[in-house]
Protein backbone atom coordinates (compact mmCIF):
# COMPACT_ATOMS: atom_id res chain seq x y z
CA UNK A 1 0.00 0.00 0.00
CA UNK A 2 1.26 3.03 -1.22
CA UNK A 3 0.45 6.82 1.02
CA UNK A 4 0.38 9.65 -0.69
CA UNK A 5 0.17 13.25 1.80
CA UNK A 6 -0.62 16.19 0.60
CA UNK A 7 -0.31 19.12 2.78
CA UNK A 8 -2.07 22.33 2.76
CA UNK A 9 -0.30 25.38 1.00
CA UNK A 10 1.34 27.57 3.30
CA UNK A 11 4.94 26.64 3.74
CA UNK A 12 4.41 26.26 7.12
CA UNK A 13 2.80 22.72 6.74
CA UNK A 14 6.15 21.48 5.57
CA UNK A 15 7.32 20.53 8.76
CA UNK A 16 3.88 19.63 9.84
CA UNK A 17 3.48 17.19 7.18
CA UNK A 18 6.85 15.21 7.64
CA UNK A 19 6.10 14.83 11.03
CA UNK A 20 2.59 12.93 10.18
CA UNK A 21 4.66 11.39 7.64
CA UNK A 22 7.42 9.98 10.12
CA UNK A 23 3.98 9.01 11.59
CA UNK A 24 2.84 6.86 9.59
CA UNK A 25 5.71 5.48 8.34
CA UNK A 26 6.19 2.09 10.88
CA UNK A 27 2.82 1.31 8.92
CA UNK A 28 3.04 2.34 5.58
CA UNK A 29 7.05 2.52 4.79
CA UNK A 30 6.14 3.62 0.59
CA UNK A 31 4.87 7.59 1.40
CA UNK A 32 5.20 10.27 -0.69
CA UNK A 33 4.65 13.45 0.12
CA UNK A 34 3.86 16.55 -2.64
CA UNK A 35 6.18 19.34 -2.17
CA UNK A 36 4.27 22.29 -3.84
CA UNK A 37 6.59 24.37 -5.91
CA UNK A 38 5.62 27.90 -4.78
CA UNK A 39 7.19 26.89 -1.34
CA UNK A 40 10.62 27.28 -3.32
CA UNK A 41 10.21 31.10 -3.39
CA UNK A 42 7.33 31.76 -0.53
CA UNK A 43 6.23 33.95 -3.14
CA UNK A 44 2.65 33.30 -4.42
CA UNK A 45 0.07 31.13 -4.22
CA UNK A 46 -0.48 27.29 -5.15
CA UNK A 47 -0.76 27.11 -8.75
CA UNK A 48 -3.94 24.54 -8.57
CA UNK A 49 -3.05 22.99 -12.02
CA UNK A 50 0.91 22.19 -11.86
CA UNK A 51 0.30 20.78 -8.35
CA UNK A 52 -2.41 18.67 -9.70
CA UNK A 53 -0.20 17.40 -12.69
CA UNK A 54 2.32 16.74 -9.54
CA UNK A 55 -0.19 14.38 -8.00
CA UNK A 56 -1.46 12.64 -11.01
CA UNK A 57 2.26 11.97 -11.92
CA UNK A 58 2.94 10.84 -8.31
CA UNK A 59 -0.15 8.73 -8.47
CA UNK A 60 0.56 7.18 -11.81
CA UNK A 61 1.67 3.46 -11.34
CA UNK A 62 1.14 2.67 -7.95
CA UNK A 63 -1.26 -0.09 -7.42
CA UNK A 64 -3.19 0.41 -4.19
CA UNK A 65 -2.91 4.17 -2.81
CA UNK A 66 -4.24 6.16 0.71
CA UNK A 67 -4.65 9.80 0.12
CA UNK A 68 -3.97 11.62 3.13
CA UNK A 69 -4.50 15.48 3.03
CA UNK A 70 -5.08 18.63 4.49
CA UNK A 71 -6.52 21.75 3.64
CA UNK A 72 -5.60 22.53 0.06
CA UNK A 73 -4.52 19.18 -0.39
CA UNK A 74 -7.90 17.88 -0.21
CA UNK A 75 -9.25 19.81 -2.90
CA UNK A 76 -6.50 18.46 -5.18
CA UNK A 77 -7.44 15.09 -3.94
CA UNK A 78 -11.17 15.85 -4.81
CA UNK A 79 -10.34 16.96 -8.34
CA UNK A 80 -8.12 14.58 -9.25
CA UNK A 81 -10.14 12.01 -7.90
CA UNK A 82 -13.55 13.46 -10.13
CA UNK A 83 -11.19 14.15 -12.99
CA UNK A 84 -10.66 9.94 -12.61
CA UNK A 85 -7.36 10.98 -12.66
CA UNK A 86 -6.58 8.92 -9.18
CA UNK A 87 -8.63 6.09 -7.90
CA UNK A 88 -7.26 6.06 -4.26
CA UNK A 89 -8.39 3.21 -1.97
CA UNK A 90 -9.36 5.60 0.76
CA UNK A 91 -9.10 9.18 1.88
CA UNK A 92 -8.09 11.42 5.14
CA UNK A 93 -8.90 14.66 4.71
CA UNK A 94 -8.38 17.04 7.83
CA UNK A 95 -9.41 20.80 7.80
CA UNK A 96 -10.96 20.26 4.01
CA UNK A 97 -10.77 23.92 2.55
CA UNK A 98 -14.40 23.78 1.09
CA UNK A 99 -14.33 28.24 1.56
CA UNK A 100 -11.03 28.33 -0.43
CA UNK A 101 -12.40 25.52 -2.87
CA UNK A 102 -15.63 27.39 -3.33
CA UNK A 103 -13.99 30.52 -3.96
CA UNK A 104 -11.19 29.48 -6.66
CA UNK A 105 -12.57 26.60 -8.12
CA UNK A 106 -15.42 26.81 -10.62
CA UNK A 107 -17.88 24.03 -10.61
CA UNK A 108 -16.25 22.78 -6.70
CA UNK A 109 -19.50 21.21 -5.52
CA UNK A 110 -20.01 19.55 -8.54
CA UNK A 111 -16.71 17.16 -7.57
CA UNK A 112 -18.81 16.01 -4.54
CA UNK A 113 -21.58 14.86 -6.48
CA UNK A 114 -21.74 11.24 -5.77
CA UNK A 115 -18.72 11.18 -3.82
CA UNK A 116 -18.04 7.51 -3.04
CA UNK A 117 -13.99 6.76 -2.32
CA UNK A 118 -13.90 5.93 1.30
CA UNK A 119 -12.96 8.96 3.15
CA UNK A 120 -12.65 10.29 6.79
CA UNK A 121 -13.12 13.93 6.87
CA UNK A 122 -11.48 15.41 10.20
CA UNK A 123 -12.99 18.60 10.63
CA UNK A 124 -12.90 21.23 13.94
CA UNK A 125 -16.22 22.55 14.55
CA UNK A 126 -15.79 25.71 13.92
CA UNK A 127 -13.01 25.58 11.33
CA UNK A 128 -12.84 29.07 9.31
CA UNK A 129 -12.22 27.06 5.85
CA UNK A 130 -15.65 25.07 6.84
CA UNK A 131 -17.18 24.05 10.28
CA UNK A 132 -18.04 20.52 10.99
CA UNK A 133 -21.55 20.70 10.56
CA UNK A 134 -21.58 22.91 7.46
CA UNK A 135 -19.22 20.12 5.98
CA UNK A 136 -21.47 17.39 6.91
CA UNK A 137 -24.28 19.09 5.64
CA UNK A 138 -22.47 19.69 1.97
CA UNK A 139 -21.41 16.06 1.96
CA UNK A 140 -25.22 14.74 2.50
CA UNK A 141 -26.75 17.40 0.25
CA UNK A 142 -24.22 16.32 -2.38
CA UNK A 143 -24.89 12.44 -2.47
CA UNK A 144 -21.48 12.00 -0.73
CA UNK A 145 -21.01 8.04 0.23
CA UNK A 146 -18.60 6.04 2.35
CA UNK A 147 -17.28 8.78 4.13
CA UNK A 148 -16.88 9.26 8.70
CA UNK A 149 -16.63 12.72 9.58
CA UNK A 150 -14.53 12.86 12.69
CA UNK A 151 -15.16 16.47 14.95
CA UNK A 152 -12.79 17.57 16.61
CA UNK A 153 -13.14 20.82 18.78
CA UNK A 154 -11.52 23.85 17.84
CA UNK A 155 -12.20 27.09 16.09
CA UNK A 156 -8.75 27.45 13.73
CA UNK A 157 -7.49 25.80 11.02
CA UNK A 158 -4.36 24.33 12.89
CA UNK A 159 -4.79 20.61 13.28
CA UNK A 160 -1.32 20.24 15.72
CA UNK A 161 -2.34 17.42 17.55
CA UNK A 162 -0.28 14.87 15.22
CA UNK A 163 -1.35 11.15 17.32
CA UNK A 164 -5.07 12.17 17.12
CA UNK A 165 -5.21 12.81 13.13
CA UNK A 166 -2.28 9.38 12.66
CA UNK A 167 -4.81 6.88 15.16
CA UNK A 168 -7.65 8.45 13.58
CA UNK A 169 -6.42 7.52 10.50
CA UNK A 170 -5.19 4.05 11.11
CA UNK A 171 -8.10 3.11 13.12
CA UNK A 172 -10.55 3.85 10.10
CA UNK A 173 -8.33 3.11 7.43
CA UNK A 174 -8.00 -1.27 9.76
CA UNK A 175 -11.42 -1.21 9.61
CA UNK A 176 -11.03 -0.70 5.56
CA UNK A 177 -8.32 -3.68 6.21
CA UNK A 178 -6.07 -1.43 5.18
Known amino acids: MNMILLP ?34 ENGDLNFELELEKLKNLAKEKDEIVIFAKSAGAILAMKA ?23 TQENFDSWLQDYSVPTLFIQKTSDPAIAAEDLNELLTDSNAQNYKLLEIPGDNHDYEDINLLVNSSLEFMNKLNL
Open 8 to 41: GKSSKNKVWIEKIETSFKTHYPLTFTLDYSHWET
Open 81 to 103: IFDKDIKPTACIFAGTAVGWAQA
